[in-house]
């Protein structure tokens, strides 16, 4: 893939930079419809009214609008690149032994078809069961070495040493994840875990609690974007087959069991998570973060996906 944009790129650019700060504003009247999540307590106090989004090309260019500055969790976000870093770690058999690859139609943290539907095998990486097991199978001796390799991987990606944790989020998800821990144990007792459930746990929650902007999702978006090497720097960070691999999984789970009207509306590879984040790409073309802690009852930012409807629609960005 050039690095270079090719002039229609460039004036698209220039097209959003002129008309998304009015679609920022419409989407905006959204939120109030919406609630900011609050069963990891922590994250209720997220601003309920905030939108931010920035779109980077292969160049670097970018256009921001809205409440780009704000500091959020990447929450489920983190799993695709989890699961990215497992299947660099283990390769796609080992990976596919403990989750499979099918959407469930139901909530990112229901148990149901756990025990339903044989092997007990979570059914995809992006909901709770599986990115718990994706934890267990990230490289490293314990949960200290796994999430250090986690945060310098996702660092690398973004281009941001400074990545960092937010301890708040971390300890509130930690104190309140009864039901995570419940599958966790489930999971152990299958055998799909293996070693401590509270090990496995701490990396997932570590990983859930890496706090972004809306700029370092756009990058980490722009390297899925081109297949796995970052545009701006030719460094090849990912294998292809992986990328293809989690942008596949995107479309399909990437926004919970929202995922099809997503595909219909939108039409791009994304992954939300309940901070309100949503990271999308158009292959081959940009990297896209989005920030907007108000969710609709699905748990997807309810002012970020009428936003991604209005860019895509008015683009022509869907892949379909
Ligand atoms: N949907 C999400 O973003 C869920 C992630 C959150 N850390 C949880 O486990 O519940």
């Not at 796609?92 to 007990?120: A, H, R, Y």
């Not at 281009?159 to 989020?169: C, M």
């Not at 939108?266 to 108000?294: H, M, N, Q």
């Not at 009852?297 to 209005?310: D, M, R, W």
């Given at each position: 893939m050039s690095?270079?944009?090719?002039?229609?790129?460039?004036?698209?650019?220039?097209?959003?930079?002129?008309?998304?700060?009015?679609?920022?504003?419409?989407?905006?009247?959204?939120?109030?419809?919406?609630k900011v999540a609050s069963?990891?307590?922590?994250?209720?106090?997220?601003p309920a009214d905030a939108l931010g989004i920035h779109v980077i090309d292969f160049s670097g260019n970018s256009v921001t609008a809205g409440d780009c500055g704000l500091s959020f969790t990447m929450q489920s976000i983190s799993k695709v690149f989890t699961l990215l870093l497992a299947l660099i770690d283990r390769?796609?058999?080992?990976?596919?032994?403990?989750?499979?690859?099918?959407?469930?139609?139901?909530?990112?943290?229901?148990?149901?078809?756990?025990?339903?539907?044989?092997?007990?095998?979570p059914f995809n990486p992006l909901i709770n069961a599986g990115a718990i097991a994706i934890s267990s199978l990230i490289g490293g001796d314990g949960p200290e070495e796994k999430?250090?390799?986690?945060?310098?991987?996702?660092?690398?990606?973004?281009?941001?040493?400074?990545?960092?944790?937010?301890?708040?989020?971390?300890?509130?998800?930690?104190?309140?994840?009864?039901?995570?821990?419940?599958?966790?144990?489930?999971?152990?007792?299958?055998?799909?875990?293996k070693g401590k459930v509270d090990d496995v746990l701490d990396v997932y929650f570590r990983h859930c609690s890496i706090a972004v902007t809306c700029s370092d999702l756009s990058r980490m978006a722009l390297v899925l974007a081109n297949d796995g090497t970052d545009p701006l720097s030719g460094e090849v960070l990912i294998p292809r087959r992986y990328v293809q691999i989690a942008k596949t999984f995107m479309v399909t789970c990437g926004m919970y069991n929202a995922s099809g009207q997503f595909?219909?509306?939108?039409?791009?590879?994304?992954?939300?998570?309940?901070?309100?984040?949503?990271?999308?790409?158009?292959?081959?073309?940009?990297?896209?973060?989005?920030?907007?802690?108000?969710?609709?009852?699905?748990?997807?930012?309810?002012?970020?996906?009428?936003?991604?409807?209005?860019?895509?629609q008015s683009l022509d960005w869907s892949l379909f």
């Open positions: 690095s270079t944009n090719l002039p229609h790129q460039s004036e698209e650019l220039e097209r959003l930079r002129a008309l998304l700060p009015g679609w920022v504003k419409t989407s905006k009247t959204m939120c109030q419809a919406g069963y990891i307590p922590e994250l209720s106090k997220a390769g796609p058999e080992i990976v596919f032994d403990k989750v499979g690859m099918e959407p469930t139609g139901d909530n990112f943290n229901s148990m149901l078809k756990l025990e339903l539907v044989q092997p007990s095998i999430s250090e390799r986690v945060l310098r991987f996702f660092r690398r990606l973004a281009g941001n040493p400074e990545l960092a944790y937010d301890l708040d989020v971390y300890r509130s998800e930690a104190l309140s994840a009864d039901l995570n821990r419940s599958m966790a144990y489930f999971l152990k007792d299958k055998g799909v875990l595909a219909i509306e939108v039409g791009l590879p994304a992954k939300s998570g309940v901070a309100g984040g949503i990271l999308t790409l158009v292959p081959g073309r940009y990297g896209i973060g989005i920030v907007g802690p108000s969710l609709n009852p699905k748990g997807n930012s309810i002012a970020g996906v009428h936003l991604l409807e209005t860019l895509s």
